[in-house]
């Protein structure tokens, strides 16, 4: 009997967990599901609530779905709010009550009726959580997990992307598109790469929720992914390729950098090339390294990135306080510390000082 008991588990175990996880899933939502038998139950009056009434066929309806899933999500915490949704094509009984005649329809319920208002405003989720802020006194937000890719909507949009001393790229993105969910982890690990980089932004605009904007720059389709570099604010259309080597080939590109898809420095970060040649020279031609070293200190005090150029002289200089060696042992030091926890700030710095000392190899 034993026996038998084990194997029948041992059978059904892989069925049983499906079905456990499947239900786990099933319930993670913070939308509440009405219908008839619990709708004046939980829409009582005693609390504000919002109600999407839908059915499970509309296009609408499926391309709502994530964004009231983060209005769920938002006011989870908030005692004073519910978020409910009634599948009004078989729940025809609450359609009729509530004058539902297409999909999907918004109702706010404010505390203390059970008479609904019509909600028509936007359809993004920041549209309807604010409604329902300014309705209900409450301040609930989005829950979004930590992004190097900034969010643009209209209050921050001109500001980030038409500020001449940034080179921005920007997708407009629908929440519903499939296209749009797929590209969005690679979309991030590009943001990732350039998070240290001030002037060379990643963002991304629902121009589904905001459509005035993407209709402003022309976007028909998601995702539309455009380039606003410093001296043009109309945008130029981006048609590379859609993976993270393809966007970082771009942007350093662009943008003058030197990012890695991991988001470290390349060996070329940090490089002069006129001191580069000055850095061969000197190790070359030992008995002129002081006219050498007067060359390189005046290019280095007329070049755009001063403190990277300055380095080549310092290395010249601790080279003839403490001979060639100076070199081998200085690099192998910055590997420790690259290898070791540093901060992106540091690291970039010490790959800058490697990619120089390199240039004084024998």
């Known amino acids: 009997m034993r026996i038998t008991y084990s194997l029948i588990m041992g059978s059904w175990w892989p069925v049983l967990s ?11 939502s913070n939308v509440v599901d009405l219908d008839k038998g619990n709708f004046d139950e939980v829409i009582t009056g005693d ?4 109600v999407e009434f839908y059915a499970p066929w509309c296009g609408h309806c499926k391309q709502f779905a994530s964004a009231y899933e983060e209005v769920g999500d938002a006011f989870s915490n908030v005692d004073d709010v519910t978020i409910a949704k009634v599948d009004a094509d078989s729940e025809k009984d609450l ?6 005649t297409g999909y999907p329809t918004l109702k706010f319920f404010p505390k203390g009726s059970t008479e609904p208002e ?4 936007g359809r993004s989720a920041d549209d309807v ?8 006194g409450t301040r609930a937000k989005i829950k979004k997990a930590a992004s190097a890719v900034v969010d643009l909507d209209p209050s921050n949009f001109d500001k980030i992307v038409k ?3 940034n080179d921005v790229l920007v997708e407009f993105y629908a929440p519903w598109c499939g296209h749009c969910k797929a590209l969005t982890p690679k979309y991030e690990k590009v943001g990732a790469a350039y998070k240290n980089e001030p002037n060379c932004v990643v963002a991304r605009l629902d121009a589904d929720g905001h459509r005035s904007i993407g209709e402003k720059y022309g976007v028909s389709g998601f995702p539309t992914i455009k380039f606003f570099p410093k001296d043009n604010k109309d945008g130029e259309e ?3 390729d859609r993976e993270e080597k393809d966007f970082v080939e771009f942007l350093n590109k662009k943008c003058g950098t030197h990012r890695l898809i991991s988001g470290a420095l390349d060996s070329s970060a940090g490089l002069v090339e006129e001191l580069n040649e000055l850095a061969k020279k000197f190790m070359a031609e030992e008995n002129n390294r002081d006219s050498i070293m007067e060359q390189a200190s005046a290019v280095a005090d007329g070049h755009a990135s001063k403190q990277d150029a300055t380095y080549y002289v310092k290395v010249m200089k601790k080279i003839q306080e403490k001979g060639t060696e100076f070199v081998t042992s200085e690099v192998s030091r910055i590997e420790r510390l690259l290898g070791g926890s540093v901060s992106a700030n540091k690291a970039d710095e010490f790959t800058k000082r490697k990619n120089v000392l390199n240039q004084f190899s024998v």
Request: hydrophobic share 50%.
């Open 95 to 100: 359609a009729s009550r509530f004058g539902v």
């Open 163 to 165: 500020d001449e001393s």
């Open 129 to 136: 959580i604010n409604f329902i802020n300014s309705k209900a």
């Open 18 to 28: 499906f079905l456990l996880f499947f239900a786990a899933f099933a319930v993670s």
């Open 47 to 50: 609390k504000h609530a919002f």
């Open 118 to 121: 019509d909600y028509s405003g």
């Open 238 to 240: 981006y048609n590379g």
